[in-house]
């Protein structure tokens, strides 16, 4: 038995999955590949011998969200003995030895049960957007949570033995369509407060932004409301942070998305 899944959640998205599972058949260590397919029309098809690693498709049958999506592909790597998941979305690239730097880390750290990676974002036509550099240490990465996600979810990996303690996703997140958004950002909130997180201070994956892809656009003000009942939460009195934090997602919530983009864009940064 492998110690590795990888876990993909994609809803009508089959050519920029194909290209995930190319990126991912460069990475050298042994794992196997779980794709949540949320109900996509027409349904997401994958040719298994097409692909070096095993790949199992899970098949969802009404469109109930990512995240929804991801729970359901997470339960069915739970029913056997893997150790870590590492998360994709479908149109990620890896760069060779991410999955394997991973691994290597959480082997050599016991304590840590999350770990991500910086990211490259880019257009739909490879254009370099902004960069993810978040802290690396633990600490760091409990203060960048007040504000945003210290970690990225194509770009984590986690122990589920951590999951089994906290549980998955939240489903409190829903879209008026279904879906859900902020449930990554929840999810490692409960994980960052219960356990040791760390970043490997390396770009490891590129993660494209897309309209037709990404779900912080398309309802990006759903997101930042999202991103406000967690932080409200979790809030600590005693904490500037939290304050700051807040403050900033009051701002992202009243600057048009493009505005926002563009500031982003300027500085290098994801906020």
């Given at each position: 038995?492998?110690?590795?899944?990888?876990?993909?959640?994609?809803?009508?998205?089959?050519?920029?999955?194909?290209?995930?599972?190319?990126?991912?058949?460069?990475?050298?260590?042994?794992?196997?590949?779980?794709?949540?397919?949320?109900?996509?029309?027409?349904?997401?098809?994958?040719?298994?011998?097409?692909?070096?690693?095993?790949?199992?498709?899970?098949?969802?049958?009404?469109?109930?969200?990512?995240?929804?999506?991801?729970?359901?592909?997470?339960?069915?790597?739970?029913?056997?003995?893997?150790?870590?998941?590492?998360?994709?979305?479908?149109g990620d690239l890896d760069v060779d030895g991410r999955l394997a730097s991973q691994v290597a880390?959480?082997?050599?750290?016991?304590?840590?049960?999350?770990?991500?990676?910086?990211?490259?974002?880019?257009?739909?036509?490879?254009?370099?957007?902004?960069?993810?550099?978040?802290?690396?240490?633990?600490?760091?990465?409990?203060?960048?949570?007040?504000?945003?996600?210290?970690?990225?979810?194509?770009?984590?990996?986690?122990?589920?033995?951590?999951?089994?303690?906290?549980?998955?996703?939240?489903?409190?997140?829903?879209?008026?369509?279904?879906g859900f958004v902020g449930g990554d950002y929840e999810l490692f909130f409960r994980l960052a407060?219960?356990?040791?997180?760390a970043n490997i201070p390396e770009f490891l994956v590129i993660k494209e932004e897309s309209p037709?892809?990404?779900?912080?656009?398309?309802?990006?003000?759903?997101?930042?409301?999202?991103?406000?009942?967690?932080?409200?939460?979790?809030?600590?009195?005693?904490?500037?942070?939290?304050?700051?934090?807040?403050?900033?997602?009051?701002?992202?919530?009243?600057?048009?998305?493009?505005?926002?983009?563009?500031?982003?864009?300027?500085?290098?940064?994801?906020?």
């Amino acid at each position: 038995m492998r110690e590795l899944a990888v876990l993909i959640a994609v809803h009508n998205a089959q050519d920029a999955l194909i290209r995930t599972l190319q990126s991912l058949d460069r990475q050298a260590c042994d794992f196997d590949v779980f794709v949540a397919d949320d109900c996509s029309t027409p349904p997401i098809a994958i040719n298994p011998s097409a692909f070096h690693h095993r790949i199992q498709l899970v098949r969802l049958t009404s469109n109930q969200g990512p995240f929804a999506a991801a729970n359901e592909g997470l339960r069915q790597i739970m029913q056997s003995d893997y150790k870590f998941v590492a998360r994709q979305d479908a149109g990620d690239l890896d760069v060779d030895g991410r999955l394997a730097s991973q691994v290597a880390f959480l082997k050599a750290h016991p304590d840590v049960a999350l770990v991500g990676a910086w990211v490259r974002f880019v257009d739909a036509a490879g254009k370099p957007l902004f960069l993810f550099q978040p802290p690396a240490d633990a600490r760091g990465i409990r203060r960048r949570m007040q504000y945003s996600s210290a970690i990225i979810h194509p770009a984590c990996m986690m122990r589920l033995d951590a999951l089994r303690k906290i549980g998955l996703y939240s489903e409190q997140y829903r879209l008026d369509r279904g879906g859900f958004v902020g449930g990554d950002y929840e999810l490692f909130f409960r994980l960052a407060n219960s356990f040791e997180c760390a970043n490997i201070p390396e770009f490891l994956v590129i993660k494209e932004e897309s309209p037709g892809i990404s779900v912080s656009i398309d309802k990006r003000r759903q997101s930042v409301l999202s991103r406000m009942r967690t932080q409200l939460r979790y809030f600590d009195l005693f904490s500037p942070h939290s304050y700051a934090g807040l403050l900033c997602s009051c701002m992202m919530y009243v600057i048009p998305y493009g505005v926002w983009t563009k500031i982003k864009s300027r500085l290098r940064v994801v906020t």
